[in-house]
């Protein structure tokens, strides 16, 4: 059984990801990439070093920097979303001007309450990972109780989903990810990140 080049057409055998040829060119790509990781792994060595030797006031400052970066950077790009998505849907009743002011003035009032809404947004974009999770495992913890031959369900009958059961998980993973947001769990880090090792091509 055969297969072909990820690059090209030719056929190679099974398991190959690509022809020999594409497999050196592979390997060039990813030698280059391993050099540049190593550099910046040298200087993620460096940049901990110069972190660990810092008072917590002057790591707290770059936090801080972080944060603000991330709370701007969240609240442009919502504001420019709402914007935009009002002047898509409303491009063929108004002119184009008013598409753009309002964009820019959605930006604008997102920017300056970036403490609040950006806050409100991370905060929900994790309970809503926070609900998926919580229902999930419900699932599983059904299914387990299924497969154990107990007798009841706690998720959903045949068919038939419990709703106020759904709602209840999604209303506390909603919650979860709104406390943590609050209390600072999901403050960004401003400190030194180390680099990602590229992954060696497969033949």
């Given at each position: ?63 801080e920097?972080?944060?603000?970066e ?13 914007g ?57 913890i ?28 999604a ?33």
């Amino acid at each position: 059984m055969a297969n072909t080049c990820s690059r090209c057409q030719t056929y190679v055998a099974s398991g190959r990801t690509y022809c020999d040829a594409h497999y050196q060119e592979a390997m060039a790509d990813y030698q280059i990439e391993y050099a540049n990781y190593q550099n910046a792994l040298q200087q993620y060595y460096a940049d901990v070093e110069t972190w660990n030797e810092m008072s917590v006031e002057e790591r707290n400052t770059y936090h801080e920097i972080a944060e603000e970066e991330s709370l701007s950077g969240i609240a442009i790009f919502a504001g420019l979303a709402l914007g935009g998505g009002f002047w898509f849907f409303k491009q063929d009743e108004i002119p184009w001007w008013i598409g753009a002011l309002v964009t820019t003035f959605s930006a604008v009032v997102f920017y300056i309450g970036r403490n609040l809404f950006s806050k409100l947004l991370r905060g929900t974009l994790y309970g809503v990972l926070w609900a998926f999770g919580l229902i999930v495992t419900g699932w599983i913890i059904e299914a387990c109780l299924v497969w154990l031959e107990i007798g009841f369900s706690i998720m959903e009958t045949a068919g038939d989903p419990n709703v106020l059961v759904h709602t209840g998980l999604a209303v506390v993973g909603l919650l979860i990810g709104l406390w943590n947001e609050f209390t600072g769990a999901h403050h960004a880090y401003g400190g030194p990140v180390a680099p990602v090792e590229p992954s060696r091509p497969s033949p």
